[in-house]
Nanobody, 123 residues
Framework: QAQLAESGGGLVQPGGSLRLSCAASGLTSDYDAIGWFRQAPGKEREGVTCIRDSSGNTYYADSVKGRFTISRDKAKNLVYLQMNSLKPEDPAVYYC????????????????WGQGTLVTVSS
């Protein structure tokens, strides 16, 4: 059974950086995409970024392009989200998730996701 566990959230000042980690286990070839989505209080889930397992191609929501970077250490079954230049609109619970494709993941269709990690941006 696939399981995902996020870590690394916390409080950071505007303009600061944070790196989230996702430990994955039990993943199968049914899922070609792994990535991150976020949900802020009172808002809908937003697909943030995704990496295709088959090609390594990465995809980003417009709201985070140029600031966030997804990467993966396949040997360790870890996925990272490096977040730079954090803005006041970035706070949310960030979830690691898998999907059959990055297209679906970025549009809010996930197969498996973790418990999330809270990111707060405040001075």
């Amino acid at each position: 059974q696939a399981q995902l566990a996020e870590s690394g959230g916390g409080l950071v000042q505007p303009g600061g950086s944070l790196r989230l980690s996702c430990a994955a286990s039990g993943l199968t070839s049914d899922y070609d995409a792994i990535g991150w989505f976020r949900q802020a209080p009172g808002k809908e889930r937003e697909g943030v970024t995704c990496i295709r397992d088959s090609s390594g191609n990465t995809y980003y929501a417009d709201s985070v392009k140029g600031r966030f970077t997804i990467s993966r250490d396949k040997a360790k079954n870890l996925v990272y989200l490096q977040m730079n230049s954090l803005k006041p609109e970035d706070p949310a619970v960030y979830y690691c998730a898998t999907a059959v494709s990055c297209h679906r993941l970025l549009r809010g269709s996930f197969e498996v996701w973790g418990q999330g990690t809270l990111v707060t941006v405040s001075s």
